[in-house]
């Protein structure tokens, strides 16, 4: 890889889908490639491809759109090295920059002033083996920890990990997400509720609005 250049496979402005700032408008940069296969996955189309593209221009797109927020997202962009150049980039530049990753590589060295959104991988996702759970070490007050969920048992596993690891006291917010189309979020939310658990509830706004358009 040259130095200094990132794969990307698009750059564009819509409303966070997810997270603590869900509907805030957010330029996005998706990195491409993966080596994770998640069933649900919904952005196959950035396991491949992309165009290569000098930071000093990503950052150039980026300010055209004058955001606040920025996240960096894929694919899994930890695995482009030179990440880690461009989210320091970002935080350099006055953003509010937060990173989503699989949490299948290290999250030691990212930035701390970005914000972690970091998966644990679920028995239904079919890359539960691929966590990296000394990450776990790695994650603040400053970030987040996703679970999406596909069935009651994923529910049970991550109701496992949330208290074996004490997630909540760790993590600024810990997330259940009902994977679209396999979960039911009634379902979901009534199981968050009877079991009083310490955890935003959460649904991909994206998808309710645009029905998971690529560029939103």
Same mark, same amino acid.
């Given at each position: 890889?040259?130095? +200094?250049?990132? !794969? ?11 997270? !603590?700032?869900? *509907? ?27 165009? !290569? ?22 694919? $899994? ?25 699989? *949490? ?6 990212? %930035?701390? !002033? ?6 644990? @991988?679920?028995?239904?996702? *079919?890359?539960?083996?691929? +966590? ?13 920890? @996703?679970?999406?969920?596909? +069935?009651?048992? %994923? ?5 496992? /990990? ?6 909540? %006291?760790?993590? *600024? $917010? ?7 189309? /396999? ?11 009877? %079991? ?10 994206? @998808?309710?609005?645009? +029905? ?5």
């Amino acid at each position: 890889m040259n130095a +200094n250049t990132l !794969r990307i496979t698009e750059i564009f402005y819509s409303l966070q889908g997810e997270s !603590r700032t869900l *509907g805030v408008p957010t330029v996005f940069v998706r990195l491409t490639g993966c080596p994770l296969r998640c069933v649900y996955c919904d952005t196959e189309y950035a396991f491949h491809g992309g165009e !290569r593209r000098q930071i000093e221009d990503i950052l150039a797109t980026v300010a055209s759109y004058k955001p606040r927020y920025v996240c960096v997202t894929g694919g $899994e962009p930890l695995a482009q090295p030179e990440c880690h150049t461009l989210l320091t980039a970002l935080c350099d530049a006055g953003y509010e920059v937060s990173i989503e990753t699989s *949490g299948a590589l290290s999250v030691e060295h990212v %930035d701390s !002033r970005v914000s972690k959104v970091m998966d644990l @991988k679920t028995p239904a996702s *079919g890359e539960m083996h691929r +966590n990296l759970m000394e990450n776990i070490a790695h994650i603040g007050r400053h970030d987040q920890i @996703k679970f999406v969920l596909c +069935n009651r048992e %994923d529910y049970d596993w991550a109701r496992f /990990q949330l208290d074996s690891q004490n997630l909540a %006291d760790k993590a *600024g $917010e810990v997330l259940f997400s009902p994977s679209f189309g /396999q979960l039911s979020a009634t379902d979901l939310a009534d199981w968050i509720v009877e %079991d009083n658990l310490p955890v935003r509830f959460q649904m991909q706004l994206h @998808k309710l609005l645009w +029905n998971d358009a690529a560029g939103h």
